[in-house]
Nanobody, 119 residues
Framework: QVQLVESGGGLVQPGGSLRLSCATS????????MAWYRQAPGKERELVAA???????IYADSVKGRFTISRDNAKDTLYLQMNSLKPEDTAVYYC?????????????WGQGTQVTVSS
């Protein structure tokens, strides 16, 4: 079992920045990648960014050049640095631990953290 706890969400003005953190604990041999997802009101949950073996494997087109996913293995923590935030980035952001083969399969979820971009 893997436990994930997100933090760092909040209210920010358009053009601002936030850094989300996801503290991880536990283990599962099926896990070889991690990701951030988000879900806006009335929309489906979408993959924002994923990382495996220290290398970013995917970014959603809508966040390329603005968001950066990273991982500190010594601290067992996943990060999402979000810059140049837009109102359309408003969503609940979820940390995920999963498995990457030819595609990313989500397995474990955090509880989510709210990000609101508004003036």
């Amino acid at each position: 079992q893997v436990q994930l706890v997100e933090s760092g969400g909040g209210l920010v003005q358009p053009g601002g920045s936030l850094r989300l953190s996801c503290a991880t604990s536990g283990s599962d041999f099926n896990i070889n990648a991690m990701a951030w997802y988000r879900q806006a009101p009335g929309k489906e949950r979408e993959l924002v960014a994923a990382i495996a073996g220290g290398r970013t494997i995917i970014y959603a087109d809508s966040v390329k050049g603005r968001f950066t996913i990273s991982r500190d293995n010594a601290k067992d923590t996943l990060y999402l640095q979000m810059n140049s935030l837009k109102p359309e980035d408003t969503a609940v952001y979820y940390c995920n631990a999963g498995r990457r083969t030819n595609y990313y399969t989500p397995i474990y979820w955090g509880q989510g953290t709210q990000v609101t971009v508004s003036s």
